[in-house]
């Protein structure tokens, strides 16, 4: 079954426990931290998340768009989160980073922007429990999907199938009713959506309609037969 992850980051940062009581029966809250180098734009940091983590059940998906995750993403962990997400554009040693973040006791996942391929880090997917491929330039919410990247999905989808892996392949950026389903079908099984969450009047019926769209239109997709 599809995962839909809100992103607070479309949420009212005064409010997050609400926020997050607003999308009860998400599979994950998406937390995206920013620190106005690795992207234009700052939201927040450790303590914020671990006050997060103390107000909800939901477990706690980070986003780290952030320089220095090798530094910084253990904290993370430390703080509460359920999985880790470095971007590899970032990361001096992603294979230490991964194993660090597991050892820990969280899923550790690897993100790439659009203009990053996936092939050369074939080798590196058994390392991982999830894959983050970017749909926008990562930065702000609210952004249009970028259907380009629906090939760089299915190639993904690709290499997972090939080494047999159980591997979750996340897509984040302009997720929404008119855009999910293709996503489904290439290949992706969580979603995060922002906009169309927290922007719809009923946010935990909009999770709901999200999920059910992935649903059925991974139903038929080729990588999704037989599971
Ligand atoms: C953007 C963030 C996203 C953002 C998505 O850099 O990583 O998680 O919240 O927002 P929407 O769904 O509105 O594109
Ligand atoms: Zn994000």
Not at 51 to 78: C, F, G, K, N
Request: charged residues 25%.
């Amino acid at each position: 079954m599809a995962q839909i992850n809100p992103s607070i980051l479309s949420a009212d940062f005064a409010r997050l426990a609400d926020e997050a009581e607003a999308v009860r029966g998400s599979d994950w809250l998406h937390v995206d931290v920013m620190d106005n180098h690795f992207v234009p734009n700052l939201t927040l940091g450790v303590p914020v998340v671990e006050s997060l983590a103390r107000a909800t059940d939901t477990p706690l998906d980070l986003h780290l768009m952030i320089e220095d995750p090798d530094r910084w993403a253990p904290q993370y962990v430390e703080a509460g989160a359920g999985s880790v997400t470095f971007h590899v554009e970032a990361a001096a040693a992603p294979v230490r980073l991964a194993r660090e973040i597991r050892a820990k006791g969280a899923r550790a996942s690897m993100a790439l922007k659009p203009g990053t391929p996936i092939e050369p880090y074939e080798d590196l997917l058994p390392e991982l429990d999830m894959v983050l491929i970017m749909t926008v330039e990562p930065g702000f919410g609210g952004q249009a999907f970028l259907d380009i990247m629906l090939p760089k999905i299915r190639r993904t989808r690709e290499l997972i199938a090939k080494h047999d892996l159980e591997l979750w392949l996340q897509v984040d950026g302009g997720v929404a009713a008119s855009t999910i389903e293709r996503c489904a079908e290439a290949g992706a099984d969580v979603f995060v959506a922002g906009s169309a969450v927290y922007g719809a009047e009923d946010p935990a019926e909009a999770v709901r309609k999200l999920r059910d769209l992935a649903d059925k239109a991974a139903a038929d997709a080729w990588w999704a037969c037989g599971h």
